[in-house]
C-alpha cells in the first residue's frame, strides 16, 4: 500500500459544530502532517508528528486539535470554525524521519457556514 | 529568513514546445529540495527530491536540476496532460518544515 488516504473527501460544517478529519497510511512511515491549503496558493503547514509525538505546531488557533493515535493514523479535530478557515486540508506522510520527501493525501475539501 | 520563489507564476505551452520552470531559493542550509505536481482539489504528488548541487533527476518528460541558489524543472515536448500546478519546496538544515513556492500554473495547449 503506497497511499495516504483521507476521510470524508468533503465536509460542510456549521460555524458550531464539531467534526474531525481523518488521515492514514500503512507505508510504515513515522512522520505525519496536516497541511491547509487555499485556492491558488501553496499548502501552509499548521502540525507535524514525529514518531506519534507532536513536534511542531504553528501556532494554529486551539479551535483546530491534532492527534495521533497511533503510527498510521492522524486526525484533525476541529470545533467553533470560522468561514475563513473554509479550505483543502492536506495530510502527508514521510519515511523514517521528517528528513524525507512527503507522500499527500488527496485532501479534504472543508466549507464552513 | 527561508525564502522560496518560483517563476513563472503561469506559463502556457504549445504542445512539443518545451521549457522550464524556476525555483529560487534562500535557506540557512538546504537539506532537500523536492517538486511536486499539483491537479485541482487534490494533493500534490511527488516529483522529485535533489540534495546537492549539480544534482540532476529525470522522469519521462521531466528533469529537474540544482544549483546552489535555484532549481529547475524543465520540460521536453509537454503533452497536455502535464498541465498542471509545480510546486517547489524546501527543507532547511535548520528544521523540519517545508517551504513551498507559490507555484507555477502549467499549461499545455493541444
Known amino acids: 500500500d503506497t497511499e495516504v488516504t483521507q476521510t470524508p473527501k468533503h465536509l460542510v460544517m456549521g460555524m458550531t459544530n464539531k467534526k474531525s478529519l481523518k488521515c492514514e497510511q500503512h507505508?510504515?512511515?513515522?512522520?505525519m502532517y496536516w497541511y491547509k491549503q487555499k485556492a491558488k496558493k501553496p499548502p501552509e503547514l499548521m502540525f507535524v508528528?514525529?514518531?506519534?509525538?507532536?513536534?511542531i505546531n504553528e501556532s494554529v488557533p486551539s479551535r483546530f486539535s491534532p492527534e495521533c493515535p497511533n503510527s498510521s493514523l492522524l486526525n484533525l479535530h476541529l470545533h467553533a470554525l470560522q468561514p475563513e478557515d473554509s479550505a483543502l486540508y492536506l495530510c502527508?506522510?514521510?519515511?523514517?524521519?521528517?528528513?524525507?520527501?512527503?507522500?499527500f493525501g488527496p485532501g479534504t475539501r472543508l466549507t464552513v457556514l | 529568513e527561508d525564502q522560496v520563489t518560483q517563476s513563472p507564476e503561469a506559463l502556457r505551452l504549445q504542445e512539443g514546445e518545451s521549457s522550464s520552470l524556476n525555483c529560487s531559493y534562500t535557506?540557512?542550509?538546504?537539506?532537500?529540495l523536492f517538486w511536486y505536481r499539483q491537479d485541482p482539489g487534490k494533493g500534490p504528488e511527488f516529483l522529485f527530491t535533489?540534495?546537492?548541487a549539480g544534482e540532476e533527476k529525470e522522469k519521462e518528460r521531466l528533469k529537474a536540476t540544482l544549483t546552489k541558489k535555484e532549481s529547475f524543472l524543465h520540460i521536453t515536448a509537454p503533452k497536455p496532460e502535464d498541465s498542471a500546478t509545480y510546486l517547489c519546496?524546501?527543507?532547511?538544515?535548520?528544521?523540519?518544515?517545508?517551504?513551498f513556492g507559490t507555484g507555477t500554473s502549467l499549461t499545455v495547449i493541444p
Open positions: 502527508a506522510s514521510s519515511g523514517t524521519s521528517t528528513l524525507d520527501e512527503q507522500f
Open positions: 507505508m510504515g512511515h513515522r512522520a
Open positions: 508528528y514525529s514518531y506519534e509525538k507532536l513536534s
Open positions: 535557506v540557512s542550509g538546504l537539506r532537500g
Open positions: 535533489l540534495y546537492s
Open positions: 519546496a524546501v527543507q532547511a538544515a535548520s528544521g523540519n518544515q517545508f517551504y
